[in-house]
């Protein structure tokens, strides 16, 4: 590997990932550590990256407590139903105090928030969510942690964490790769923080062929979030609550704005609402969870899918009667101007006028992520104020590798951050960060040439074996010796939709379907060895699809371990398809061992314990 340079930059905290969470991480671990050496590395340009690079219409994680609006213990209850009981409220609850001051903050930076015009308050869009004109708000969060990193590398994807050789268990580190001038990056670091964003295309998309990279979440969220920490031993939790959206048709635009402020609604092709006529029906799979308020995300997909299952659809919005409002319908089309430009293109490509036809919905392909109404990702230590002794291990956001953090949609068990949200447990991580190396807890680190060097061969590998295996090409561009990216990562999406509960099977896997997804996957991580790249840029797709293939055993073995059909409208396990409180009202955890790559699963209880102490107040 002598012709890719190799350099080296040591520091104290290594954010991986500068997203929502990881500005948000390298903002506060400035202020906490003001003489430390801070560095940020971003996949893309920190400027556009992430969930947030197109902006967004709306903050939806915002309390307003300085107006009484809403209490951190009101979000945790609205958290926890809406993921059917099972959610880790200690950590919600620390999000949700301390978000007003983010959101505080972007208003300062100049984010241009709407305001009410009589009360002169953030104008809500709903109970938690405040209507911004978001266009830039990627580039004002990434100047804040421009103006607090010590660098900032755009352009390199971080591809292996670096393990402390001094002490068990311990980080070291990170390795990748600029996809520009391809050179080897080596950070070795004090602590990291993990925030790399969800993953989209582990499931077959709806949008295939000329339609690809049209997914609902960004198509560039690869998984890294989950894969670099599985990969090390890091211990994970509910991989298996995938989400499933309701958005506009082929344009996956969002539907919130829509509901929430112009009061729109849905009905079935003969302008019913469905969503009653399956109300006995799923009473049946969940018991009284469909009598809950709001109505869980999970239950009104159900009965969208169910309703278009039994020849009901399609489903449309009814949009007719709230564009007749010339103000509503200017906030409906410049919803998606400052978010997806792209709904408004599909419409007009398809003749559609939301005034005169009401657009048609549909369910998306599943995702993975922890940040949104849904909370796959890390297991991590929460905060020592709120956590009962299952949940602490020392330093808030902490994984189970020592001086390994997490934030946003890396961390598991905390749904509905959002953007905000993400970006304040990115600087609750940090601040937890700076605490570890203050309290000496990282001295004496030891990371050897020879562990980077083997990272080094591992990561440039795609490169020869395109080199050598095209010489065997005859004809054509398939190589009998490697696969592409794109043959790679078109198999792994078949093999995640047809056996673990994607759109083909209509969401429905069960026992014996998971087992044989996990023998194809394990196949496919053997073929991906074989893995060819022409270029860095080939060379970044191939390491995308090696964590998206981790991320998707993972999520394959937790899908398997949970016996119960916990959400269905996300996935359906067809051999368990009730819920079932008595057996499963606990989270799931997992851990893969990095030396044999086998995982093993656990129950961990789930403590409601915004209620609980409640209780003991009133007693
Ligand atoms: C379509 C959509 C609409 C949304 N709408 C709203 C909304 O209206 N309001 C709201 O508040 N929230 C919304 N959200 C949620 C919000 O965007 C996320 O909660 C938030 O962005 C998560 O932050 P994150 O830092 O975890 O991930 P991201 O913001 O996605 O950041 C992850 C970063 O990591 C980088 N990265 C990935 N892999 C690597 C690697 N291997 N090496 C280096 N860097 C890497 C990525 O390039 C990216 O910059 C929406 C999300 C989506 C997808």
């Known amino acids: ?97 301390h978000v007003d001051s983010t959101v505080h903050m972007f208003d300062e930076w100049g984010l241009p928030m709407m305001k009410n015009e009589k009360t002169g308050r953030y104008l809500r869009e709903g109970k938690w969510q405040i209507m911004i004109h978001g266009e830039s708000y990627k580039p004002i969060v990434a100047e804040a942690a421009k103006k607090s990193a010590d660098k900032i590398y755009n352009r390199i994807m971080i591809t292996h964490l670096l393990m402390d050789e001094a002490q068990d268990n311990r980080i070291g580190g990170a390795v990748g790769f600029n ?18 964003g969800g993953a989209s295309h582990i499931f077959k998309p709806r949008s295939v062929g000329e339609g690809m990279g049209r997914t609902w979440y960004a198509p560039w969220s690869n998984g890294s979030a989950y894969a670099l920490p599985i990969a090390a031993g890091a211990k994970m939790t509910q991989m298996e609550n995938r989400i499933v959206l309701c958005r506009f048709k082929d344009g996956y635009g969002p539907v919130g704005a829509y509901f929430l402020h112009l009061k729109t609604y849905t009905q079935n092709a003969n302008g019913e609402n469905y969503e009653k006529k399956w109300y006995e029906q799923t009473k049946e799979l969940v018991g009284e969870y469909i009598d809950h308020h709001p109505t869980p995300t ?21 949009t007719t009667e709230a564009f007749q409002d010339p103000h509503l319908e200017t906030v409906g089309w410049e919803n998606f101007l400052g978010m997806t430009v792209g709904q ?21 392909e599943p995702y993975v992520m922890g940040s949104h109404a849904t909370c796959s990702g890390a297991w991590v230590s929460g905060p020592e104020d709120l956590s009962p002794p299952e949940y602490f291990w020392g330093y808030n956001r902490m994984l189970t590798i020592e001086g390994l953090f997490g934030a946003g949609d890396t961390v598991g068990g905390s749904a509905h951050k959002f953007s905000s949200g993400s970006f304040t447990e990115g600087r609750l991580a940090a601040k937890a960060a700076v605490k570890y190396i203050e309290d000496k807890k990282a001295d004496g680190i030891k ?46 999406q078949k093999i995640m939709d047809e056996y673990v509960g994607g759109i083909t099977s209509n969401y429905m896997t069960n026992g014996n379907m998971l087992k044989r997804g996990l023998e194809l996957l394990d196949w496919l991580q053997e073929d991906l060895e074989n893995i060819g790249a022409e270029d860095y840029h080939q060379l970044m797709r191939a390491w995308e699809l090696k964590h998206r293939a981790l ?69």
């Open 298 to 318: 999970c239950l009104r997909n159900h009965a969208f899918i169910q309703e278009v299952a039994a020849g009901g659809g399609p489903i449309h919005m009814v």
């Open 1 to 97: 590997m002598a012709n890719h340079k190799t350099h080296y930059e040591d520091c104290d905290i290594l954010v991986v990932g500068g997203g929502m969470a990881g500005t948000g991480a390298t903002f506060e671990a400035r202020h906490w550590g003001r003489d430390m050496k801070i560095i940020c590395v971003e996949k893309a340009n920190i400027d556009r990256s992430g969930a947030v690079a197109q902006g967004l219409y709306a903050i939806n994680c915002y309390m307003g407590m300085q107006w009484g609006e809403n209490q951190p213990e009101d979000h945790v209850r609205y958290a926890r139903n809406d993921l059917m009981g099972m959610v880790r409220e200690d950590l919600g609850y620390d999000m949700a105090r």
């Open 447 to 492: 990371v050897s040439d020879k562990q980077c060097e083997d990272f080094k061969k591992a990561v440039y590998k795609p490169l020869e074996n395109y080199t050598i295996g095209r010489n065997e090409i005859t004809g054509g561009t398939v190589s009998p010796s490697y696969i592409s990216p794109i043959q790679g990562l078109q198999r792994l």
């Open 551 to 619: 991320t998707s055993q993972c999520v394959t073995e937790h899908t398997l371990f949970r016996e119960e059909t916990r959400w269905p409208g996300y996935y359906y396990r067809g051999d368990h398809m009730k819920l079932d409180d008595e057996n499963w009202h606990c989270l799931t955890v997992s851990r893969r061992d990095p030396q044999t790559g086998k995982f093993t699963l656990e129950k961990v209880p789930v403590y409601h314990i915004v209620d609980e102490n409640e209780k003991k107040k009133a007693s």
């Open 344 to 364: 408004a293109v599909v419409w007009a490509s398809q003749n559609i006028d939301p005034k005169y036809t009401n657009p048609e919905l549909t369910t998306s």
């Open 179 to 196: 996809m520009r001038t391809g050179d080897f990056h080596v950070f070795r670091a004090k602590a990291v923080i993990v925030a790399a």
